[in-house]
């Protein structure tokens, strides 16, 4: 069995990788640090290989599903993402542009080329990494990023009905708060943050588990999947107000340190 990872060179993809290591899975692992990739190549001896592309480059991504066109994937994972945090007014156009190139376009790239492959052989398994995030209706002070993964819930669970009746399997994960170089959670976490912030470990395991037991949806941490159930029932300006809230504590963080 073969699974593709996107972000393979970040946190939770790395945890990834270590999780399918050990279930016997093959790994083509995705990501643009080369030095990661071929650490990793040499940590799994035989399990992994590892491609530098680019996501924020249509070309490059067209360029490496040529060179893996004759393999056959089983499980793709799209894991690769950025945040891009702070006032709308204060981040670039290009900024934003990179974002949404690699959380959105990228990521419909890879689930087309190769749900549609998965859809002719009737069989595969799509796993889109999105966020809690994305389950908000606005996220203040990182609004396109809320905005790429509300995109990501959206595209995932639609293809999940359409992908039933054709053999291909799909899940959403969507972490809260995570320990990984991701902005604003490569800092020291304070105590209260310790609460409920996930390994990218814990974040895996949940996964594989989840996979298990064939849930559409994987949110990781009992205090993440408590907020989802409450977050129903509270009036949206207070919601956008202590997300906006969350959100500055954050960038209080990145600029304290
Ligand atoms: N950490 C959190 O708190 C958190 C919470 C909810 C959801 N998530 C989601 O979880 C996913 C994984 O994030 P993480 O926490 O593991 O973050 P991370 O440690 O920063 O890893 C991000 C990964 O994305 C890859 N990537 C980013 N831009 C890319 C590009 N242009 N081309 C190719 N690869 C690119 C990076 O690869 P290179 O560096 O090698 O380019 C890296 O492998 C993301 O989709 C993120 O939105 C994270």
Do not use: C
Request: glycine share 8%; aromatic share 10%; proline share 2%.
């Amino acid at each position: 069995m073969r699974v593709l990872i996107t972000g393979a060179t970040g946190g939770i993809g790395e945890a990834l990788i270590q999780v399918f290591a050990s279930e016997g899975y093959e790994i083509i692992a995705v990501g643009r640090n080369r030095e990661k990739l071929e650490e990793l190549e040499k940590r799994f001896p035989k399990r992994v290989v590892g491609y530098s592309v680019d996501l924020e480059s249509s070309d490059e991504i067209d360029r490496f599903f040529e060179s893996v066109d004759n393999l056959d994937i089983n499980i793709l994972i799209n894991g690769s993402g950025v945040g891009e945090i702070g006032y709308f007014e204060d981040i670039s156009y290009s900024d934003l542009k990179s974002m949404l190139d690699t959380n959105v376009l990228a990521l419909t790239k890879f689930t087309k080329y190769f749900y549609d492959k998965m859809v002719k052989k009737g069989e595969g398994h799509i796993i889109n990494i999105s966020s809690t995030a994305g389950f908000q209706q606005g996220g203040a002070l990182m609004s396109a990023y809320y905005a790429t993964k509300a995109y990501v819930n959206s595209l995932t669970l639609s293809i999940y009905e359409e992908g039933r009746e054709k053999g291909v399997k799909v899940t959403l994960l969507a972490p809260g708060p995570t320990k990984t170089n991701f902005k604003g959670m490569d800092k020291k976490l304070t105590s209260f943050e310790k609460l409920y912030v996930t390994t990218a470990e814990e974040v895996a395991k949940e996964l594989w588990s989840g996979l298990k037991r064939e849930k559409l949806i994987v949110i990781p941490g009992r205090i993440n999947r408590i907020l989802y159930f409450i977050d129903k029932f509270i009036p949206l300006k207070l919601k956008l107000k202590l997300v906006k809230r969350v959100q500055m504590k954050k960038i209080e963080k990145i600029f304290s340190f």
